[in-house]
């Protein structure tokens, strides 16, 4: 008994070995092999001026899409400031630490004085969003080895349809996020205070749990984000990688916009104070800088899901 006890825990150890030994490995080949072949071909299809072109045109696009989503969303609220504050609360999930309520006080005042004649940008909103998705489609031909585009009125069209839904998304978005923060506020908690207000897991309440929903957000913008760039590496392009090596293209630069969100988050509340230097118009030059890391990140990304690709094809080869 004692024999056969021993012999399994051997096989299970040098399972576990196994494991480690394959993991550390992939790990070494990742960080050594897969991000400097990336890196390498990053710089090779002007990866860095891809970047820049791409985050130009997103920040002139920023004001008039927030302006027509706010005032899409002002005919369901009736207060002069909430439309704005949601929309600017799911902004926020995706940025880092930034001040905006002055931001967001100047664009209240601009939609509620004249709300309708903010729908005047949507042809700007077309235009601008129509040269991001050229430059996007542009960087993913390059990163995916793709030698002829479509034609110039084609992807104009597509680009077109992409920005509708992607502009409906974001309102259809906040306002279910906002539905589910009202039903959780009045229901949840409510529940929780009543019924389970004293039970603790590990020595921890349960509804302070429940209140510290950091984790829960960040796995569920992770996702959502994941799933975006994964659309857009999908649909983008004329021509496609297989699914699994753009989704872990996609799922690269989502964790890596996570992980340094919460490095430049640090970055500009504990060591750079940018409001000591730019006073008032710090909000715009962090979210300048934030969305060039962020076109940074897509492009990248989308150089690793080439790498993914090359790496099973070559292991496909090998076998």
């Known amino acids: 008994m004692r024999k056969k006890i021993l012999m399994k825990l051997v096989s299970w150890l040098f399972f576990l070995k196994n494991i480690l030994v394959r993991f550390t490995a992939r790990a070494f080949r990742f960080f050594v092999d897969d991000l400097k072949r990336a890196l390498q071909n990053f710089e090779h299809h002007n990866g860095e001026l891809t970047t820049c072109a791409m985050a130009f045109f997103l920040l002139i696009s920023f ?22 504050k949601i929309y600017f609360s799911q902004i926020k999930n995706l940025l880092p630490s930034i001040q905006m309520d002055k931001l967001i006080a100047s664009i209240d005042k601009i939609v509620y004085q004249k709300r309708y004649l903010a729908f005047v940008w949507i042809p700007f909103l077309f235009w601008w969003g129509s040269l991001v998705f050229d430059i996007v489609e542009r960087a993913l031909e390059f990163a995916f080895r793709i030698g002829q585009g479509r034609k110039y009125w084609k992807a104009k069209i597509r680009h077109f349809i992409i920005i509708i ?4 998304t974001a309102v259809l978005l906040t306002l279910f ?65 297989d699914n699994t090596s753009m989704f872990k293209g ?54 690793m899901a080439w790498i993914f690709y090359e790496n099973k094809t070559q292991s496909k080869q090998l076998s």
């Open 63 to 84: 004001i008039p899409v927030s302006l027509v989503i706010i005032s899409a969303l002002s005919f369901w609220y009736l207060s002069e400031d909430i439309a704005a």
């Open 165 to 168: 839904a992607i502009s409906l």
């Open 177 to 241: 996020s906002n539905l589910i923060a009202i039903v959780k506020n009045e229901l949840v908690f409510n529940f929780l205070e009543k019924n389970f207000k004293n039970i603790s897991i590990f020595g921890t309440n349960l509804e302070s749990i429940v209140e510290t929903p950091f984790v829960v957000s960040s796995l569920f913008t992770l996702s959502i984000n994941t799933i975006l760039i994964f659309l857009l590496y999908k649909f983008v392009p004329p021509k496609k990688l």
């Open 250 to 303: 996609a799922l690269f630069a989502a964790l890596s916009y996570e992980i340094i969100k919460l490095l430049f988050s640090y970055y500009i509340t504990e060591i750079n104070d940018y409001t000591s230097i730019f006073g008032s118009l710090n909000a715009i030059v962090i979210l300048m800088i934030w969305i060039w890391y962020t076109c940074f990140l897509f492009v990248f990304g989308a150089e």
